[in-house]
């Protein structure tokens, strides 16, 4: 029976966290402190700051949005004595000053409910808060309430003794998170200045992670946050080394008009010492054909970095660029060469040729889509519905085209480069289901992808359309996403059970049988 009302106290305390946490986006422009100071050791840490942000109202679009049933709500109530979507109840139950940092601490040991729980309260009301956690958990948990720097911090766990020793690491100050050394390397690889909240954590080894940091951060319509993570995963190894490059160095062209572009920068090397240099021989014939010698002399033709990118949409066709960066251009044009000549032996297509900047080009009509290759500038180019005068004329670069959009130039050390225009992407989107609910509320957006000593590393931004707050504009995609799923094009198909079967519906019995099992 103990157990039973224990772990109904556990998830009566995360519900008072957690909706806190969320509606704690938009603080000033400094970096926590609050993290850096709590003691190391334990499993997840989480820093939010509650300044700067319309916690109330975000809270009642959360109670529009009726994403929480309302037994669950009034229940909650009953049992705390406030409404958990009244942004004034938890400043009044917690004695809260509304502003400063709120952070949270969790020690999971080995059991599915968190041994410890630390909340951090940025209040000096100890006594108010002292007395009110006491009868909301009257002995059924370890309880240690006590004032640190300007916090009140609250520990409660299952053993008292857990609790103490919480208490006895936080008061004694000699191992601080930020002595740490994972630690201080992971905030110097995902720290952003102005972060509005920050979570660090160390998983089980089985979760494939054994420790990360994400910070984020609002500003407006503008949305960003870096992540830092150690993967365990054995097929992360195999893929790290490709992505551990500090990218080429080329600059490649993006078109003029471009909609979305993404770039993957390598390393080469071990791509070249992954294939291996024993080929079969059909393999080292292929090559001898192209005009190389071994897999090397092939391999070395190309730099590493290939960038692809979107103008339009036709009939389902879409048309943009590929650019390949290349260390040998000369090599190149003698393969686009040898590659049209097998072409044109083979009677696949009709090929016109002609020379641009100086080289060898090609260009051929597909049904009324203008597609061209060519080089230009240490790269090889293919063009579909545009041209590679145009390309050359009105083309730009990724940093370049981020600006455009309204976005940071982005790092051109990752791996792994995204950037776009979500409302321009919205408008090709038809034939996805429902994608258009979520691009149309993006005006830009961009990520990036890379390892760096052995961590992979993550970031984005995303800038909604429109001057709402970030936080807000999740939330009308959430509300749109679900709308849509009732009414839109997300709509499932509904089923009547009672269908005359001998009415031909175009499903075929077997469709019926795998529509069942799933």
């Given at each position: 029976?103990r157990?039973?009302?224990?772990?109904?106290?556990?998830?009566?305390?995360?519900?008072?966290?957690?909706?806190?946490?969320?509606?704690?986006?938009?603080?000033?422009?400094?970096?926590?402190?609050?993290?850096?100071?709590?003691?190391?050791?334990?499993?997840?840490?989480?820093?939010?700051?509650?300044?700067?942000?319309?916690?109330?109202?975000?809270?009642?679009r959360?109670?529009?949005?009726?994403?929480?049933?309302?037994?669950?709500?009034?229940?909650?109530?009953?049992?705390?004595?406030?409404?958990?979507?009244?942004?004034?109840?938890?400043?009044?139950?917690?004695?809260?000053?509304?502003?400063?940092?709120?952070?949270?601490?969790?020690?999971?040991?080995?059991?599915?409910?968190?041994?410890?729980?630390a909340l951090?309260?940025?209040?000096?009301?100890?006594?108010?808060?002292?007395?009110?956690?006491?009868q909301?958990?009257?002995?059924?948990l370890?309880?240690e309430?006590?004032?640190?720097?300007?916090?009140?911090?609250?520990a409660?766990?299952?053993?008292?003794?857990?609790?103490?020793?919480?208490?006895?690491?936080?008061?004694?100050?000699?191992?601080?998170?930020?002595?740490?050394?994972?630690?201080?390397r992971?905030?110097?690889?995902?720290?952003?200045?102005?972060?509005?909240?920050m979570?660090?954590?160390?998983?089980p080894?089985s979760?494939?992670?054994?420790?990360?940091?994400?910070?984020?951060?609002?500003d407006?319509?503008?949305?960003?946050?870096?992540?830092?993570?150690?993967?365990?995963?054995?097929?992360?190894?195999?893929?790290?080394?490709?992505l551990?490059?500090?990218?080429?160095?080329?600059?490649?062209?993006?078109?003029?008009?471009?909609?979305?572009?993404?770039?993957?920068?390598?390393?080469?090397?071990?791509?070249?010492?992954?294939?291996?240099s024993?080929?079969?021989?059909?393999?080292l014939?292929g090559?001898?054909?192209?005009?190389?010698?071994?897999?090397?002399?092939?391999v070395?033709?190309?730099r590493?970095d290939?960038?692809?990118?979107?103008?339009?949409?036709?009939?389902?066709?879409?048309?943009?660029?590929?650019?390949?960066?290349?260390?040998?251009?000369?090599?190149?044009?003698?393969?686009?060469?040898?590659?049209?000549?097998?072409?044109s032996g083979?009677?696949?297509?009709?090929l016109e040729?002609?020379?641009?900047g100086?080289?060898?080009?090609?260009?051929?009509?597909a049904?009324?889509?203008?597609i061209?290759?060519?080089?230009?500038?240490g790269?090889?180019?293919?063009?579909?519905?545009?041209?590679?005068?145009?390309?050359?004329?009105?083309?730009?670069?990724?940093?370049?085209?981020?600006?455009?959009?309204?976005?940071?130039?982005?790092?051109?050390?990752?791996?792994?480069?995204?950037?776009?225009?979500?409302?321009r992407?919205?408008?090709?989107?038809?034939?996805?289901?429902?994608?258009?609910?979520?691009?149309?509320?993006?005006?830009?957006?961009?990520?990036?992808?890379?390892?760096?000593?052995?961590?992979l590393?993550?970031?984005?931004?995303?800038?909604?359309?429109?001057d709402?707050?970030?936080?807000?504009?999740?939330?009308?995609?959430?509300e749109?996403?679900?709308?849509?799923?009732?009414?839109g094009?997300?709509?499932?198909?509904?089923?009547?059970?009672?269908?005359?079967p001998?009415?031909?519906?175009?499903?075929?019995?077997?469709?019926?049988?795998?529509?069942?099992?799933?």
């Amino acid at each position: 029976m103990r157990t039973r009302f224990v772990s109904t106290r556990w998830f009566a305390v995360v519900s008072l966290v957690v909706p806190m946490l969320v509606c704690s986006c938009g603080g000033p422009e400094e970096e926590p402190t609050l993290l850096d100071v709590m003691p190391e050791g334990y499993d997840v840490y989480v820093v939010a700051d509650l300044s700067g942000m319309d916690a109330g109202a975000l809270m009642q679009r959360v109670r529009s949005m009726n994403l929480v049933p309302e037994s669950d709500l009034e229940s909650f109530e009953d049992y705390v004595g406030f409404d958990p979507l009244d942004w004034e109840g938890w400043l009044d139950f917690f004695s809260l000053d509304g502003a400063g940092e709120l952070g949270l601490v969790l020690e999971m040991g080995h059991s599915e409910e968190p041994e410890v729980i630390a909340l951090y309260l940025p209040t000096q009301a100890l006594r108010e808060v002292e007395e009110n956690m006491e009868q909301l958990l009257p002995g059924e948990l370890g309880l240690e309430v006590f004032q640190s720097g300007g916090h009140v911090v609250l520990a409660m766990g299952e053993r008292d003794d857990d609790v103490e020793d919480f208490r006895d690491d936080v008061e004694s100050a000699s191992r601080p998170l930020s002595e740490e050394p994972g630690y201080a390397r992971f905030r110097g690889l995902a720290g952003m200045a102005g972060a509005d909240l920050m979570i660090y954590g160390m998983p089980p080894a089985s979760e494939g992670v054994s420790a990360f940091l994400l910070s984020a951060g609002c500003d407006g319509p503008a949305i960003s946050y870096r992540m830092a993570a150690d993967v365990t995963d054995p097929d992360f190894a195999e893929v790290a080394p490709f992505l551990e490059s500090p990218g080429s160095g080329g600059r490649l062209l993006v078109p003029g008009g471009t909609i979305a572009v993404a770039r993957l920068c390598v390393d080469m090397e071990p791509i070249a010492a992954s294939v291996g240099s024993e080929l079969p021989p059909e393999a080292l014939m292929g090559l001898a054909m192209m005009g190389f010698e071994s897999l090397e002399d092939f391999v070395g033709l190309f730099r590493g970095d290939v960038c692809v990118s979107l103008t339009g949409m036709r009939d389902g066709v879409p048309s943009g660029c590929l650019a390949i960066g290349l260390n040998d251009e000369a090599a190149a044009e003698q393969l686009l060469e040898t590659l049209s000549g097998l072409a044109s032996g083979a009677g696949a297509v009709e090929l016109e040729r002609f020379e641009f900047g100086g080289r060898f080009a090609l260009a051929v009509d597909a049904d009324g889509l203008q597609i061209q290759a060519g080089l230009h500038d240490g790269a090889l180019y293919l063009t579909v519905g545009g041209t590679l005068e145009d390309l050359e004329s009105d083309g730009t670069d990724l940093p370049s085209l981020a600006r455009d959009f309204g976005l940071d130039a982005v790092d051109d050390g990752s791996a792994f480069i995204l950037v776009g225009s979500g409302e321009r992407l919205a408008g090709l989107t038809q034939d996805l289901e429902g994608a258009d609910v979520i691009l149309g509320r993006i005006g830009a957006f961009e990520a990036s992808l890379g390892v760096s000593e052995g961590t992979l590393t993550h970031e984005a931004t995303i800038v909604f359309s429109g001057d709402e707050d970030a936080w807000m504009s999740v939330f009308d995609i959430l509300e749109d996403v679900m709308l849509a799923r009732m009414t839109g094009p997300w709509q499932e198909p509904v089923v009547d059970s009672d269908q005359d079967p001998s009415v031909d519906t175009g499903q075929k019995p077997e469709d019926e049988t795998a529509a069942e099992k799933v």
